[in-house]
């Protein structure tokens, strides 16, 4: 399917996520029912982690492997449970925040547009 002119964004309903509860109620429920969240707040990694990938920089179980001469470091080797990072790997440099929807269309026909030879 392709993208067309005409393409509408639906009604979106800010209220969904203030009045959001745990989904297991219905709407004439009238009980008081409370959803507990904890949020973990993790600090930043060294810079030297920027290109870090966790999947495929773990070096650990790289070193493990019984062979690589058919490409096994290339392969996922996702860290054990336990042994995550405990921080935020940092952006790449020159990392730009992607344009959210439908912004983000209008941006890329302009850029395109711009380019067009004439």
Not at 46 to 61: F, G, K
Not at 64 to 73: A, F, M, N, P, V
Request: hydrophobic share 25%; charged share 35%.
């Amino acid at each position: 399917s392709t993208m067309t002119e005409d393409f509408e964004v639906g009604e979106y309903d800010p209220t969904v996520v203030e009045n959001w509860g745990n989904g297991t109620g219905s709407e004439n429920d009238e009980s008081e029912s409370r959803v507990s969240v904890r949020v973990h707040k993790f600090p930043l990694c060294l810079d030297s982690w920027r290109e870090y990938i966790p999947c495929m920089d773990n070096e650990e179980a790289i070193r493990q492997l019984k062979s690589t001469e058919r490409g096994e470091r290339f392969e996922r080797h996702c860290p054990e449970k336990g042994k995550e990072l405990s921080c935020l790997v940092p952006a790449p440099k020159n990392y730009k925040i992607p344009i959210p929807w439908p912004r983000s269309r209008d941006v890329i026909r302009e850029y395109f547009q711009s380019r067009e030879i004439e």
